[in-house]
Structure formats: structure tokens, C-alpha cells
């Protein structure tokens, strides 16, 4: 398997770099970003963050607009951002924003046209982290956080996988996509009618049930135009409440669903994740 | 006068906003972003760090990618970000990246068919400043940052007004644009073929007669692609030495002309000119 350099940016001492690559598991070539720390350089095997991006985002929006860079080298964590969907001519799409290319939704399709492609879900879960750790001066050690859809991909992935990720952080995130207009949409398209397949990829569904607590975090702005009818974050809370899982959910005045709201409060949550990242 | 609100985010506790005004200076519609720190919600008239950007840039690229907000936020200085050159569909533009739209080089135009709109100069000196001032909760201190043909500008507009602006910094400057590629092209065309008239622009030129000293810091990426044809720290450190001028200028290994550069430095600069315009 080969990887491809495609740009190198030195970034508070460390090195913002993307990559191509073939996937085996989305049928198609990749693209992702790493953040490398500065203590990567110094032969140190550092822990990682894999960063989920939400919906139209590629691998560069985190890294170009969250501001994560200063607090991740001065914590010693690397950074990864995949891409939000498989890519290429190739691919199956379609015109919206919130369906195809960009949208992954982080889940294994099972239906046609999507499901030669469309399998986030495993390429996140293990073909990536395999890369990573096969080419990169990292460990293991691994945390999951995400943006809108890309919260709810890091809660899905980090319920469902709790030996996998040390700690699960989420800005904004699709809490219950079974109830809202962008999951119903995609999980139809992807998933087919049958909504029991759905509850596999359903944050509230899983948290309700669970008993493994990963650590968890969730901030969410109050001025965020999609709160009420996509997110739901009100549904995580109730899931919550019925495990006994010890989420942490801050509701913050003003803030809306843009990189602005991200970037102000990324740090808090690299300081979460380093709690759990370092002591391993 | 009018000015129209265009977005508004909350980011680290303050507010990054977008306005449209019609400039009397340009002879265009103009856009702008202002970040407003916490400190000017509470009644404060806060100083003002205005950032002038490079070739193709527009108000978003700074706000969106510099990580700015949380030193300004902490230190409680407002910026503002205007656009690089006039816009419109009535306003003289060529394909290339490096003349007309998006790139202003903030001088005064006077060669047709630029000089009805391209007055860039005295836009970002007199008119924006006026508008501000007079509209948001800012006072009369301030300084002047950029990067590439931004860090020409806010240098070249501190050395000529110096009772205007506390201090000047600038990332990757084209310092001696009388003698890059990039200057020769945009100044023949703006200013015409007699290079007498190009001097007022020259930050290198101006550097090595003046004796007024508004502090200056340049920051500058040894891995940058155009450090030797176009940007040319050297000849502003030769100015410098001429004159006497007290420049901080430091060079740093591995750096390009990303804003991965910028970001990685940016805190040092505000807080470099936070010891100006918070002392006043």
C-alpha cells in the first residue's frame, strides 16, 4: 500500500501534511490530513485524535479554521482529519448538500447505488488507524471527536467501540439522526426503510443502552440554526439519564453552528482528550 | 452613509462580523470583517489592529484561518480585516491572480484603467478607518498588521503616517516591491513607468530615509516559495540599518507563506502591539 505526499505546512513547530492513498475498503482514492506535533519529531510515539468534519467539509476545513494546532503541540497529540465521504468519478452523488459526496454519514451503506462506496463507518474505524499507525510516529492511543455529522459519527463509533477510544468528544453533533430530516434522509438512502438497521448508527439509541462509558463531551451553541429540528441535543441527555452515562453537555449563549463556535472552544476539548490520551 | 450587516458569529466570547458599505474612496460596494472583543460589549472603546491580507485574499481569509480571535479576545483589541482591492462587476480586472481584483497592493492607482476604483491607499488609511471610528465601539489607537502584499501595505502605511498607527508588524512582506516581479507588474500598471512615482510605495525605500520610528516586527518563513524573487527581507533590514530604524525582523526555519505560518506566529504580534496601543 502506498501513500502520497501532497503538501507539508511546518505549524507551531509541528507539521500540518496531506495525503492520498488507496482505499480497500471505500473502493476509491482517499485523502486525509495529519497534524504531527513537534514532540513526533523527537522519536516520541504520540497519541491521536481522529477529527470527524461535518456535512460539504473535506480534510481541510478543521485544520485551516479550528485553531487546534497551538494546544495539540503543546500537549503532544497528533491529528487526523479524513475526508466526509468516499470521492471520485467514479462514486455515486447527488445535487444535495446533505446526500453523496460530503456526506458520508460515517455508516456502512447496504444499499444500491451507495454501497460500493459508501462505508465510512469501517474506513474510520479501522482501515485508517491501521495507516496511521503503520506510517506515522503515533501510538494506539486514540480519541474520537466531530462536528454536527462528524459528532455524531466520533459518538457512534466510540459507543460502539469503547475499547477502541480512550475518550469521545463531540461540537454540535446529529444526537438522534433517526429523528431528524438529515438522518432520516441519509439512513433511507444508505441503510434502506428497515428502520431497525438505523438504531446501529444512532448516538441517543446507543447511549441509552449502553453500559461501557467512554468519556464523554458535548458542547453546543444555543444561536445554532439547525438545534432544534437536526441536532436534538436534548435526546442525548434523556439516553443519558436512562444509562446513567456521565456525559458532560454545556449549552453555550450565542454561539452558532460555524468554526467560529468550534475554534473558541476546541481547546476545552483537547484538554478533555489529553486527560485520557496521556495517562495511557 | 449606510453600512449593511452581512453575519454575525460569536467567537471567543466577542463577535466576528461581516459588513457591506459603498465606498466613496473606491467608487464601489466594499465588504469588511471586524472582530469585536468581549471588552466592547461592556462599554469600552477598545483599540483596533488592522490586518491587510495578500494576492487573493478576501475579509475571510485572516478571520477564518489566523486563529486571532483568542489572544484579541484575551487582550481586548478589535480587528478589522477589509478586502484587497475594489470590487464589482464595473470595476477593471485581469485573469491574472497577481493585478486587479484581489490585488490592490494598497497604493493609489493613476493610470487608466484602474484609477476610478483602485485607491486601495487611501481607503484603508482615511475613509475605513472614518467608518469604524464612527461606528462600532473602537478608539482612535491603533496599529497595522499583513501578510505578503498586506505586510507591504500596513508597512508602507505606517512609515509614511506614523502619528497614525502605534506599531507595525507584517508576515512575509514583499519589502522591496520596486525590485520583485510582483511589484514591477502591479506598479507599472497602477502607477505608470516612471519609477519616481513607485518610491512612496516601497517599504525598503521609505525604511532607509525616515526618522520617525513606529515600532516594527516582520516575521519571515525560510521555506517560503517566494522569499528570494519576490519578498526580499534584506533589502529591508539594509533600509533599516541605513536609518537606523529599530526593526525586529526574525527569520523562522521551516515556515512557508501558508497562514499555518501566520497562525503559528500571530499571538506573538498581537502581543507585540498590545504593548502600543493598550499603553496610549
Known sequence: MTIENLSSNKSFGGWHKQYSHYSETLNCSMRFAIYLPPQASNGEKVPVLYWLSGLTCTDENFMQKAGAHRMAAELGIAIIAPDTSPRGDEVADEDAYDLGKGAGFYVNATQEPWSRHYRMYDYVLNELPALIEERFPVSDVRSVSGHSMGGHGA????????????????????????NCPWGKKAFSAYLGNDTSEWAQYDASLLMQETSKFVPALVDQGEADNFLEEQLKPEALEAAARQSGYPLELNRHEGYDHSYYFIA???EQHLSFHARYLLQS
Open 264 to 266: 473558541s472552544f476546541i
Open 155 to 178: 459518538l457512534v463509533l466510540a459507543l460502539r467501540n469503547p475499547e477502541r477510544y480512550q475518550s469521545v468528544s463531540a461540537f454540535s453533533p446529529v444526537s438522534n439522526p433517526v
